[in-house]
């Protein structure tokens, strides 16, 4: 009976123990399957016998599909003969030079898509057979991090600008060659680890800290402009462009800095600025003089004119020849002078107050051009051909006096019978281009560039009439509207002045 009892008790405990085992291994599976890693069995064959979810999800396969199949299902074909011969090296020495050591390793997805994997392999026995257990973690974001680490490392370094990364405290945890040339210092010791505020200077301190924050919201902050403190206590201006640097996860870890000391820059710019306002002045001083001069001009010149035709009509039969002759010049040099003033008015005027753009038909303002050029026109009996044009934005009266002006030029400046000149628009993506082509005396090449010139005369004024300003006019008014004008000539067969003006305004 007491052995009967003895065995009795040994079979309880040995079903209990069973238990227990059996329970510890219901839990030590239900550990490995939950885990996310990747956990594989091997036998000494090469044959996977365990595979856990974390394998399903990172390779693909099912653990119906993979287990019994040969290991080298999960990795590219160029690698199998290594593998093959490490598994059997591994069953011979009963270890793999990979036990207990974090390798990484290429592996291959169901889908056939490559990634890299960190694999940790350990070796144990049951009932005397070897298996190997391998734990393999997918590092693809972690590459990529590292990799983006590396360019961002190589761009920091290789930048001519100084760039400064900072973690989200603000903390400089690296700097290149241009912040330390740009501090004053020789080694990163003294920059690496200070919070990036105690570099500005405690005026802009405030304004940088905001710039912080702009950037952590926004992503990024171009041309902020701060003063910083060098090590040897100078101030320098700096324009600073700022982003934020995102993790693996995609969240904010830091912040990248570039920045480009401005100091010269900015008072050049001052200067510059200067320089302008004082040229403005000359500028608004010389248009006020002409104005006045030119004004003033106009009311003796008018006492010239009335009183040398008062001689004329009063006392005209009292002169003899040369008397009338030198009356006659007086008359029309005066008249002249009058013509030369009234140009200058015109130059001093464009440009002395802002051209307000309208919208206006071109059609309807070459008609009335036209209009009052019929007197030449039917003189010279020439022919004015106008093509169809756009309704466009500018300021009519000037517009017409730049068409009148090349328009009268091309009659003008015209010895054929029957003077031909053509006005025509071509309509371009961003500007309006106008061409006025005429069948006249044309202009040598060396002179094209010259002609627009005040008072610039190239033909005898015995023999075609003006002051030599039209061209000058037309330059001011195109120059106004933010085009160019140029002309191409052919002495003898005519010239075709062209000019833009901008679509949008």
């Known amino acids: 009976e007491m052995k009967s009892s003895k065995s009795r008790n040994y079979d309880v405990t040995h079903r209990k123990r069973i238990k227990e085992l059996l329970e510890s291994e219901d839990r030590f599976r239900s550990v490995v399957e939950s885990i996310n890693d990747a956990i594989i069995n091997i036998n000494t064959r090469g044959k996977i016998t365990f595979w856990n979810r974390g394998a399903e999800k990172t390779f693909g396969y099912s653990a119906e599909e993979a287990v019994g199949k040969p290991l ?3 990795m590219p074909e160029q690698f199998h003969k290594v593998y093959q011969d490490g598994l059997k090296r591994a069953v011979t020495t009963r270890k793999t030079e990979f036990t207990g050591k974090s390798v990484e390793y290429p592996g291959i997805r169901k889908d056939g898509s490559q990634f890299p994997f960190e694999m940790i392999l350990s070796t144990w026995k049951a009932k005397e057979e070897t298996f190997f257990t391998a734990i393999l973690r997918d590092i693809t974001e972690r590459k990529k991090a590292e990799e983006e680490l590396i360019r961002l490392s190589n761009a920091v370094k290789m930048a001519t600008d100084s760039t400064v990364i900072t973690d989200l405290e603000g903390k400089i945890i690296e700097v290149n060659e241009a912040t330390l040339k740009m501090y004053g210092t020789d080694g990163k010791g003294d920059l690496i680890g200070k919070n990036f ?6 005026e802009d301190r405030e304004k940088a800290s905001e710039g912080l924050k702009e950037t952590l919201e926004d992503g990024y902050v171009t041309e902020r402009e701060y003063h910083i403190v060098t090590k040897d206590g100078s101030k320098i201006l700096v324009e600073m462009n700022s982003s934020i640097m995102k993790g693996v996860d995609g969240n904010p870890i830091g912040f990248v800095g570039a920045s480009r000391d401005i100091t010269e820059r900015k008072r050049a710019e001052e200067e510059l600025h200067k320089k302008k306002a004082e040229l403005e002045e000359i500028n608004k001083e010389l248009k006020d003089y002409t104005y006045t001069i030119s004004h003033d001009l106009k009311e003796p010149l008018r006492s010239l004119q009335a009183f ?4 004329v009509e009063d006392y005209g039969d009292q002169l003899d020849e040369e008397g009338k002759d030198y009356l006659e010049r007086l ?7 009058g013509d030369l003033i009234e140009d200058l008015l015109k130059l001093s005027r464009i440009g002395r107050e802002k051209i307000e753009f309208k919208r206006a038909d071109l059609n309807e303002l070459l008609k009335e051009v036209k209009n009052e050029l019929a007197a030449a026109l039917k003189e010279r009996k020439a022919e004015l051909r106008i093509e169809s044009f756009p309704t466009i934005k500018c300021q009519r009266t000037l517009m017409g006096e730049l068409f009148k002006n090349l328009i009268s030029n091309g009659v003008k400046f015209n010895e054929k019978e029957r003077p031909v000149v053509e006005v025509k628009c071509e309509e371009r993506r961003d500007e309006y281009l106008f061409s006025i082509k005429d069948n006249g005396i044309g202009i040598e090449e060396r002179y094209l560039k010259k002609i627009f010139g005040i008072f610039e005369r190239l033909n005898p004024r015995e023999k075609y009439k003006g002051t030599g300003a039209g061209l000058a006019i037309c330059k001011k008014i195109v120059e106004e509207y933010g085009g160019k004008i140029w002309a ?6 005519g010239s075709n002045f062209y000019f833009t003006i901008p679509r949008h305004r």
Request: proline share 4%; net charge neutral.
């Open 197 to 202: 505020l105690d570099l500005i200077a405690p």
């Open 308 to 311: 040398s035709s008062f001689l």
């Open 331 to 337: 008359h029309k040099a005066s008249a002249r002078m």
């Open 488 to 493: 191409e000539s052919e002495v003898g067969k």
């Open 72 to 74: 080298t299902i999960i």
